[in-house]
């Protein structure tokens, strides 16, 4: 039997069991939407999905669609033309679709869609015969020749929008609604001139090879620069592909009774248990996201229809308590008859996706397990962001007000495309910009990541912009131009609101939790707790079972870490201690001396500068761990480069320049990173290892004697691969650290551990533990020596083009790699093997990824350790990975 490429809305749910993430994976979220709503008994214009595996299929016949799957999407054609009645291609009663992508995983705006598919020149007449309406006949067909021309054809709107708005100047109006039907016949005719000429040749008649056209153009949307874009910024696997919705056309452009519109049964800014949305009177859906009018809130349908709100709020109540969750539903209202032609779990900020989740908890709905599963981790981040200042806003006043889409503030310099924002945040001057467009559209995606802030002067709350902007966490104020007097000026590169003009390079503030808008530079200052961030995460942390840990070096960020629920400092890079001014000059005294009693001296100096450090972070720290890494990076990354400092070391030194000169040319490596590093800089001159374990244990017995909790330091020694190395400077470490304790006359226990951060070490790991007391598994590193690749290099070089290539399913230095993941949990079995107390963590950056933080727990990892901010990225995470692996329970992205 040959494998079932589609599926109609009405077998879906009975197909797979009603099993959501199984249905997801096959029909894509939209199609599982649509098929669960039928099942239910919902208002969903009938159709049919074809599946996300004939996307990977698509690909696979080198992007054609092959015979099997044509022949399946003609005879589910059929069907539906039992289903509705109605024939495609006919000219007295013509079957008209819409065809829609539909990924597993909401990419709002990244695809494309093409509507009123299967109109032509004769059926158009029929559509409007039938109807009795000739002008929503040709407005439809005018659409069609525009989107299918954009989508399919690739020939790009700007050519039909500027027919668009030279007819609507001819005529003196500025809705496209104000247009009569003679207006649109003469549209359609001047939108198929532009075909004939862009295309060379007649605009296709034929409504089979508009369909497959389509199909084959959603498919393909799925590699756009959009997508791509998209993707690699939320981490979806290129592999999944997307699915494909064939949908009969509901109209909404058919006249005042008709309209369309997106709504959330929940505010997705706020949280808030209401009702929120728009929609747009004698539109189709394509007007409501992409901002080109303003629509009516939707608690004005109860004014306009009241039989269609309150039906609509039944079903919205619905939806919520069947999947538990807050929806996003799309809607079209034909003559008076509700649709629902989309539901799916709403994209949110973080504010509100801790509100949603707190609440459902509360109302019974969901138990508190299924709540972590409900934020995802790197959303957290958007509660870190910076808020304005509040004497600095007291002090500013508001020269407009737009919508407040995504909350957070922002403040930049003003550009006015994309494509400037990209090029000039590039130059320090213009590190921060404002991205100020009329609406934005997909093709902005890489321009709005950069920004600070996005400010749009037409659209709702679900236009693309507030949408986008939300998801990335991103601050975004749309619709300024609402109810203010706005003029852009995109050639001049201006924008005026309310009389106050901002040129490209001026500054602008924005704020995306008001919408207000400020002209200038407000200080911003870090953002106050969320209300609910402290219960949801006790929720996080009651499961899940790794330890969360920091990567510090200072006071500053121990207090940070401390501040967002560090259980312990898992890395101390001592290196990042030296550079200070008021330091670095003992150290290169160190490195350039030319003996034994030299080095010593200059150690000498150091030490009370490290001693001091400790003392200051264990004092934080109290009774958690800190693990302190000795010094690791090739001393030649201490030197100084330029010739005049050259010159004034030498002189400090007593040396001549020629002589400093060739201490700095004999420490330069080919491949430092590999080279006089890590433990064999300890191996090499012992007297280093001896200075930073003075420092390390004089401040814990120092903090110890203060607080008189007895702290157990943790002293780590990097880049090990073969055990003689870590006895030989575990050696070193021992005989000082005991001598000491013992002349402190205090019981005081130590650790001495390793970072498994090269193959050898992974492999070698069971006799590598007999000799330490934990592994820290420096996966930056191991990487780098796994793959053979340069991070310093590959990451500008090729990564990007392997990642475009899917040589690579994500960049091996962001998400954990599988071999290396491999490594990790050899290095894991063979050190428990030889010593089964050891602890094992991870300290790398993988430790504050949270797709690779389920890959550790599973593993069975101790702990990870990351930068103090994505300390709550790294406890959700953790937690979510405990559920999520020894319960049913399901991570809905």
């Not at 054809?153 to 039909?160: P, Q």
């Not at 109540?317 to 003559?335: A, C, G, P, S, V």
């Not at 203060?706 to 002293?715: C, R, V």
Request: proline share 4%; hydrophobic share 40%.
């Amino acid at each position: 039997m040959s494998k079932k490429f589609l599926y109609l809305f009405k077998e879906g749910h009975d197909a797979f069991g009603g099993d959501q993430t199984t249905m997801k994976n096959t029909l894509g979220g939209k199609g599982a939407g649509l098929a669960e709503m039928t099942h239910a008994g919902m208002p969903v214009p009938q159709g049919f999905t074809i599946t996300t595996e004939a996307c990977t299929q698509y690909y696979a016949d080198n992007r054609e669609i092959n015979d099997e799957i044509k022949a399946d999407i003609f005879k589910y054609m059929g069907i539906l033309e039992e289903q509705t009645g109605k024939t495609f291609g006919s000219i007295e009663n013509p079957l008209l679709v819409s065809v829609r992508s539909g990924a597993r995983q909401s990419m709002p705006g990244m695809m494309d869609t093409i509507l009123n598919l299967g109109l032509n020149d004769q059926a158009v007449e029929g559509l409007a015969k039938k109807t009795n309406n000739p002008r929503f006949a040709y407005d439809c067909y005018r659409r069609f020749i525009q989107m299918y021309s954009d989508v399919v054809m690739e020939l790009g709107k700007s050519f039909f929008e500027e027919r668009i708005d030279a007819m609507k100047e001819r005529k003196g109006v500025k809705q496209d609604v104000e247009l009569d039907a003679n207006d649109l016949k003469e549209l359609v005719k001047e939108f198929k001139q532009i075909y004939l000429e862009k295309q060379g040749e007649e605009f296709p008649q034929d409504p089979k090879e508009q369909l497959i056209g389509a199909v084959k153009a959603v498919f393909r949307s799925w590699d756009n620069p959009r997508a791509n874009v998209y993707r690699k910024m939320n981490e979806i696997p290129y592999e999944w592909g997307t699915a494909v919705n064939v949908q009969q056309m509901a109209f909404g452009n058919s006249g005042m009774r008709s309209g369309t519109g997106v709504a959330f049964t929940r505010n997705p800014a706020t949280g808030e248990k209401k009702l929120m949305g728009e929609y747009l009177i004698n539109a189709q859906g394509e007007d409501v996201v992409a901002g080109i009018r303003t629509p009516s809130p939707i608690s004005k349908l109860h004014e306009e229809m009241p039989e269609v709100y309150d039906q609509f709020v039944e079903i919205a109540t619905r939806l919520e308590n069947y999947y538990k969750d807050m929806q996003d539903m799309e809607f079209t209202i034909e003559d008076g008859k509700l649709f629902m032609l989309q539901t799916r779990n709403g994209k949110r900020t973080a504010q509100a996706a801790l509100q949603i989740a707190c609440d459902l908890v509360d109302e019974g709905v969901i138990d508190e397990k299924t709540a972590v599963l409900r934020v995802e981790p790197k959303q957290l981040d958007t509660l870190l962001h910076p808020q304005f200042d509040a004497a600095a806003l007291k002090a500013a006043e508001a020269i407009g007000k737009g919508l407040a889409a995504s909350p957070g503030s922002a403040c930049g310099r003003v550009v006015f495309s994309a494509e400037d924002a990209e090029e000039k945040v590039k130059d320090d001057a213009w590190k921060k910009v404002v991205l100020v467009r009329l609406e934005t559209s997909p093709e902005d995606i890489v321009g709005m990541q950069v920004s600070q802030g996005i400010l749009t002067v037409r659209g709702g709350m679900t236009s693309h912009a507030a949408v986008v902007a939300r998801g990335m966490g991103t601050c975004c104020v749309s619709g300024c131009g609402n109810d203010n007097d706005v003029a852009i000026d995109y050639d001049a590169k201006v924008i005026t609101i309310n009389g106050h003009t901002f040129h490209e390079g001026d500054w602008m503030s924005i704020d995306g939790s008001t919408g207000n808008v400020y002209e200038g530079q407000i200080a911003t200052v870090a953002s106050t707790e969320n209300a609910n961030f402290k219960r949801f995460m006790g929720w996080a942390d009651a499961n899940r079972q790794m330890k969360v840990m920091t990567n510090a070096d200072n006071p500053r960020d121990a207090q940070n870490a401390v501040d967002m629920g560090a259980e312990g400092i898992g890395l101390c890079r001592t290196e990042h201690m030296f550079f200070a001014e008021d330091r670095i000059k003992a150290v290169r005294e160190m490195i350039c001396a030319r003996t034994v009693e030299e080095r010593k001296a200059a150690l000498a100096k150091v030490e009370p500068f490290q001693e001091a450090d400790f003392t200051a972070m264990y004092r934080i720290m109290g009774e958690r761990p800190m693990t302190i890494r000795y010094l690791d990076p090739p001393l030649h990354e201490f030197l100084p480069t330029k010739a005049e400092d050259i010159e004034a070391l030498a002189k400090d030194m007593g040396m001549t320049t020629e002589e400093l000169n060739n201490v700095v040319v004999s420490l330069h490596e080919f491949n430092p990173m590999m080279g006089h590093r890590g433990c064999r800089l300890a191996v090499t001159y012992p007297e280093i290892a001896e200075m930073q374990t003075n420092a390390v244990i004089k401040a814990a017995l120092k903090v110890s004697a203060e607080t008189g909790k007895m702290i157990t330091p943790h002293i780590m020694i990097p880049l090990v691969g073969e055990v003689k190395e870590l006895k030989f400077v575990k050696d070193v470490v021992v005989k000082t650290a005991d001598a000491l304790i013992a002349a402190a006359g205090v019981d005081m226990k130590y650790e001495v551990g390793t970072m498994i951060e090269i193959p050898r070490a992974a492999l070698t790991a069971g006799e590598i533990a007999k000799e330490a007391d934990f592994f820290s598994f420096g996966t930056n590193d191991l990487t780098q020596t796994t793959f053979g690749f340069s991070r310093d290099d590959v990451e500008a070089e090729f990564i990007p083009q392997y990642l475009e290539q899917h040589l690579l399913p994500r960049n091996p230095f962001a998400t954990i790699d599988e071999g290396v993941a491999k490594l990790v949990e050899m290095g894991v079995k063979l050190g428990h093997e030889g010593n089964p107390n050891i602890t094992c963590g991870v300290c790398g950056e993988h430790g504050g990824d949270p797709e690779s933080i389920h890959t550790f727990d599973k593993i069975g990892l101790d702990y990870v350790s990351c930068s103090p901010y994505r300390v709550p990225v790294a406890r959700l995470a953790a937690g979510q990975a405990a559920i999520a692996d020894k319960t049913d329970h399901v991570i809905d992205k």
